[in-house]
């Protein structure tokens, strides 16, 4: 068999045009994820206003003066609602990861001319897709009558800095990225048990996939690259040259652990 | 060409071992927790079975009236933690032990045979050279990702059974049959990745679809663990394809599988 299932290795040209499909999947992507966000809007705020009176979901009065005692009401019960708190803390992580990422690509190895074009590419599309989540996220925060989150995690803030000085090779900012992309999947799983929708339960379930994909590549890369074989490291790989290890180093766990995930309030807005 | 492309196991096994003993531990410690999930939900889910059982008469004719699971004859047990549904094809809706909560419990048990199969048939095929050479990490990918599947089954079986249902350990779904037509008839591992993508996609969809519909909190929880992974195995897959790997910022619902596919 050829080295890959399809034809040569792309080129920058290719892998722009790659990324401009990917970027057309992403925005329709993002179109319904804003569809579920608005949903989720409108049922939170039934929810928790009518449990915050005592009353049913059903007893709401609807109209133009449901809707101002509504809007009024609604400061209030953000500030100590569980869903408005782990909206918050999870544009923090995304605050973070596109702060994270921005650093990256201003590094030579990462974003620059001696650069692999698919490692760049992955970290332009993957901080564009961490800015998606992060306005999005705002954005259901806001339409609860929230403060919007626009500062990076104060947790892993501290851990990044820590790391800045370390980042003077691909493996060492990979390395970085994994732990920002589990700890965001890790507490977007986790969220999923903890909010008060379906549809919030959705958004959160359906981001977390996605950060898991983010990993599952940088770990491949990050072994290719700790392994001495960065030049493996393109679309589409040079199969029967990759080592046998590296089918399955991308996804080390069966089911997606918890234990480091963040707590609702680690990046609420006080 | 260095010689470190001429014989890149060599390179890098070692150290990729090592790594893979580290998340070897971490996998322990998560699977921890999953058990902690999934006997919470065997126990719940096993007193809701038992009431559904004394009202299934009433849910048939509901389903009935709501145009629900129009579904083809399929051969599965009846009752019991020991029998088993098995087949590709099913009875009756109305003839399905699994109601609820129950039911997405068994789709899933059902897509993850379908995957464990579908590998097997992949590695069996490679095994007598039907894809030409295979190469070590592709046969890998293979290996661990049926055994992730094979898990995941047996954790969503192990529900059924606690509930004193049937697990099913066949592929009893209506879209088992196309899949497994296009994996018999791929000739190139090409073919056989693009058939696998779809149905890592399709598991993913299913999983996120489930921890926004189920109302169980075991359940929740083990279907959004689960969900993560199989984005993974996706990611991978489009990896080896030459697409971009993470094309999509929401895993999304469109391709999840309705529980109405189960024919069990």
């Not at chain 1, 961490?130 to 500062?151: C, P, S, T, Y």
């Not at chain 1, 491949?220 to 490291?233: C, N, R, S, T, Y």
């Not at chain 2, 990729?16 to 999930?37: A, K, P």
């Not at chain 2, 933690?81 to 098995?86: I, L, S």
Request: aromatic share 4%; hydrophobic share 45%.
């Amino acid at each position: 068999m050829s080295d890959s299932l399809d034809g040569p290795v792309l080129d920058e040209p290719g892998l722009a045009c790659l990324m401009e499909e990917s970027q057309d999947l992403h925005a329709d992507a993002m179109r319904a994820g804003r569809h579920q966000l608005d949903d989720y809007v409108a049922a939170a705020k039934e929810s928790s206003f009518a449990r915050s009176r005592g009353l049913g979901a059903g007893a709401l009065v609807v109209g133009a003066a449901g809707a101002t005692v509504l809007g009024s009401a609604l400061p209030a019960f953000a500030a100590g609602n569980t869903d408005v708190q782990v909206l918050q803390t999870a544009a923090s992580i995304e605050n973070l990861a596109v702060a994270t990422y921005g650093v990256a690509l201003g590094l030579p190895f990462i974003g620059g001319g001696s650069a692999n074009p698919v490692v760049k590419a992955f970290a332009q599309m993957t901080m564009k897709q961490h800015q998606d989540h992060a306005k999005g996220f705002n954005a259901a925060v806001k339409q609860l009558g929230g403060k919007e989150q626009h500062n990076p995690d104060p947790k892993y803030l501290a851990y990044v800095n820590s790391q800045k000085p370390k980042l003077t090779n691909a493996s060492a900012v990979a390395g970085l990225a994994i732990a920002l992309e589990d700890v965001a999947a890790q507490t977007y799983t986790k969220n999923v048990s903890q909010v008060s929708t379906g549809d919030l339960r959705q958004l959160f379930a359906g981001v977390a996939g996605v950060e898991a994909q983010h990993k599952a590549i940088l770990l491949a890369v990050k072994a290719l690259i700790d392994g001495g074989a960065p030049q493996l490291i393109a679309l589409p790989p040079k199969l029967n040259k990759l080592p046998k290890a590296a089918g399955s180093v991308g996804f080390p766990d069966t089911f997606y652990p918890t234990k480091s995930a963040s707590p609702a309030s680690e990046g609420a807005v006080k | 060409m260095s010689a470190r492309e001429d014989n890149p196991i060599a390179i890098t096994e070692g150290e990729l071992i090592s790594m893979t003993r580290d998340l070897d531990e971490m996998h322990h410690e998560s699977m921890r927790e999953v058990n902690g999930n999934m006997a919470s939900l065997t126990d719940r889910l096993a007193g809701i079975a038992q009431s559904q059982a004394s009202r299934r008469s009433l849910l048939f004719g509901s389903l009935a009236v709501a145009g629900v699971g129009v579904l083809a004859a399929c051969g599965s047990s009846s009752s019991g933690g020991g029998k088993t549904a098995t087949g590709t094809t099913g009875s009756p809706s109305g003839s399905s032990p699994y109601m609820g909560d129950l039911k997405v419990v068994a789709l899933a048990a059902a897509l993850e045979n379908l995957a464990v199969a579908g590998y097997g048939l992949v590695l069996s095929n490679a095994t007598k050279g039907a894809y030409g050479k295979v190469p070590p990490a592709i046969a890998e990918f293979a290996t661990v990702v049926q055994k992730q599947h094979k898990d995941h089954g047996a954790a969503w079986n192990s529900v059924l059974k606690g509930a004193g249902l049937p697990q099913v350990t066949g592929t009893p779904l209506t879209i088992a049959p196309q899949a497994v037509s296009a994996l018999k008839s791929a000739k190139t591992l090409g073919d056989v990745a693009k058939v696998a993508r779809g149905l890592e996609s399709a598991a993913a969809q299913t999983y996120v679809f489930a921890a926004a519909n189920v109302s169980d909190s075991g359940g929740i929880a083990t279907a959004a663990s689960i969900a993560p992974v199989e984005a993974m195995h996706e990611a991978i897959l489009l990896f080896v394809l030459g697409q971009y790997p993470v094309p999509n910022a929401d895993i999304g619902i469109s391709g999840a599988v309705q529980p109405s596919a189960l024919t069990a």
